[in-house]
């Protein structure tokens, strides 16, 4: 197998893996302890781990914009209505109504955050010389 061909496989396997995190996350985001959103905040935690997981062991920015992706892509699909017009994400109910719009702005945020975060493995620390 070639390089390219290797790289090419990364890239839709971190599609796949983003799209798992992003119909977790859009099923989860709803779950609510009290006030507190937990299935949104875990969800958020979730997928931007994931993300620079597959941005930092790569070293390819292209990885985490596939995973982002695929969070985005899960996210729009599982919050369609069906073909029998029942839909998989409850409604929201009345006081909740942020939660899904933060979540369907949460995917697409932590990939440009990710994918473009500047590399500064290039910088290097030179010790300070002693001065007398």
């Known amino acids: 197998m070639s390089?390219?061909?290797?790289?090419?496989?990364?890239?839709?396997?971190?599609l796949l893996v983003g799209a798992f995190y992003g119909?977790?996350?859009t099923i989860a985001q709803g779950f609510r302890l009290g006030?507190?959103?937990v299935g949104l905040l875990l969800a958020?935690?979730?997928?931007?781990?994931?993300?620079i997981a597959l941005r930092t062991l790569t070293g390819d920015l292209v990885n985490a914009f596939a995973g982002g992706l695929g969070i985005s892509a899960a996210t729009y699909v599982f919050s369609q209505p069906g073909l029998g017009g029942s839909a998989i994400v409850a409604a929201p109910t009345p006081g909740t109504e942020w939660i899904?719009?933060?979540?369907?702005?949460?995917?697409?945020?932590l990939m440009?955050?990710?994918?473009?975060?500047?590399?500064f493995s290039h910088l290097r620390?030179?010790?300070a010389t002693p001065t007398a």
Not at 100 to 109: C, I, L, M, R, S
């Open 23 to 25: 119909a977790a996350g």
């Open 35 to 37: 006030p507190v959103p």
């Open 100 to 109: 899904p719009v933060v979540w369907t702005v949460v995917g697409p945020a």
């Open 125 to 127: 620390h030179e010790p």
């Open 112 to 119: 440009v955050l990710v994918a473009f975060w500047p590399d």
């Open 44 to 51: 958020t935690i979730g997928c931007a781990a994931l993300l």
């Open 3 to 14: 390089f390219g061909i290797l790289r090419i496989a990364g890239w839709v396997v971190a």
